[in-house]
C-alpha cells in the first residue's frame, strides 16, 4: 500500500498544483491526428488484428480514468477495434470542465464519461451534443472518512466532488438532502476533479469527510481507512452513468466511422464480460490501472454486478437516464422543474447501425 500512498499523493499534486491535463496513468500523448485522417496500422505493431488494413481511421477518445473503461482496454489490446478499421488513442481527462470544453473545441472526437456531463454540455454550454450508447450503472459508493458515522457528520465539512453541477456531484447532494443536508449552508463543495483526486484529497485533508468512489478508487480508499456508507443504487436508485457521447455534428459526418466505433466496442464488452476471460480482463485492469491483482480481481467483479457495473452491450438504460434528468432539474432547478423528454440528448440510431453491423 506504500506505493499506492506515494502515488495518489504524487498524482494529487500534480493536478491540484499545476494543473496538468495529460493522463497520471498512461505516459503524456500528443493530440494526434483528428478523425478522418489516418494513422499506422496496428497491425504493424505487437498486438493487431489479424488482417489490420494498411492505414486505419483514427479516433481520439477522451475517459476518465477508472474500471468503466474495461472494454475499451479489451479492445484496444485484443485488436478489436483494429478489425474495424479503427486505430484508438486514449486520452485520459482531469476532470469533466476539461473533458466538455476538449470536445466542444474539437481537440478529440469522443468522449466516454457520466451521460450527465452531455446533458450539461448541451444546458450550460449551448452545445449540440448527443448521446449513443450506455456504458454502466457507475458502481459508485458514497465514501467518508472513518470519524463520520452518519451522514449528519458531514454537516459543517466538505464534500469533494469533481463539477459541482454534473452527475455524481448531484446524487451526491441528493442523498445529503434527502437527511436534511444542503450544499451551501450545511456543508460545502470542494471541485478536486477526477476520483483519484478526491481519494486524494479525502486521506490528506481532515475537513475533506466525504466524497462518491467508484471502483478500482472506492477499493483503495478503503485500503487507507476509509468506508462506505452505501452504494449509490441503493441510496439514489438506478442511474445512467458512464456513456459515449459526442458532437452531434461530428456523428452525422462520420457515421460510418462512429458505428464502427461502437460495434468495436459492443464485441470488446462482450470479451470483457465473457467468465471464460476473466483473468485476462484482470490483467488488462491491472496493467492499465496500475492496481495489486487483489484489487483488480474486486474491481472486475464489481463491473459484473447487473444493474450496477458493466452494461451488457454497452446498452443504454433509458429509465436510469429519465432518473438524472429528474435529478438536474430537482437539485439544479433546470426546466423549472420538468425535464423535457430523453430524446432531445440521445441519439441511438448510430448504435441501432453498431448492432446491425454485427448481427446483433
Known sequence: MIRWAKWLRALGSAFLLAGCSFSPLSPPVSPGPAA???????????????????????????????????????????????????????????????????LARGEFEIAQSAVDNAVAMVEVAGADVAIVAGGDGSMNELVVRPEVRSLNDVRGKVLVVDAPNTAYALVARKILKSQGLVDGVDYRMDPVGGTPLRVTAMTERADCVAGMLNPPWSFIAESKGLKSLGRQLDLFGPYQSSGVFVMRGWGQ?????????????????????????????????????????????????????????????????????????????????????????????????????????IGR
Open 36 to 102: 478522418g485522417t489516418h494513422a499506422a496500422a496496428p497491425g504493424q505493431d505487437a498486438g493487431a488484428a489479424p488482417g489490420a488494413p494498411a492505414a486505419m481511421d483514427a479516433v481520439r477518445v477522451n475517459v476518465f480514468p477508472g474500471a468503466s473503461n474495461l472494454p475499451l482496454f479489451v479492445g484496444v489490446e485484443r485488436g478489436v477495434f483494429a478489425r474495424y478499421g479503427i486505430a484508438v488513442q486514449i486520452i485520459n481527462t482531469p476532470n469533466s470542465e476539461s473533458q466538455r470544453a476538449g
Open 253 to 357: 459526418a462520420h457515421r460510418d466511422l462512429l458505428e464502427r466505433y461502437l460495434a468495436a466496442s459492443v464485441e470488446a464488452t462482450r470479451l470483457a464480460m465473457d467468465p471464460a476471460n476473466r483473468d485476462m480482463a484482470v490483467g488488462v485492469l491491472a496493467a492499465r490501472l496500475k492496481l495489486e491483482r487483489s484489487i483488480a480481481e474486486r474491481t472486475y467483479d464489481a463491473l459484473m454486478v447487473p444493474g450496477w457495473g458493466l452494461a451488457a452491450d454497452g446498452r443504454f438504460d433509458m429509465a436510469g437516464f429519465r432518473n438524472v434528468l429528474a435529478l438536474r432539474a430537482e437539485i439544479e432547478g433546470q426546466w423549472n422543474g420538468h425535464p423535457p423528454p430523453p430524446e432531445k440528448y440521445v441519439d441511438l440510431s448510430f448504435y441501432d447501425g453498431a448492432l446491425r453491423r
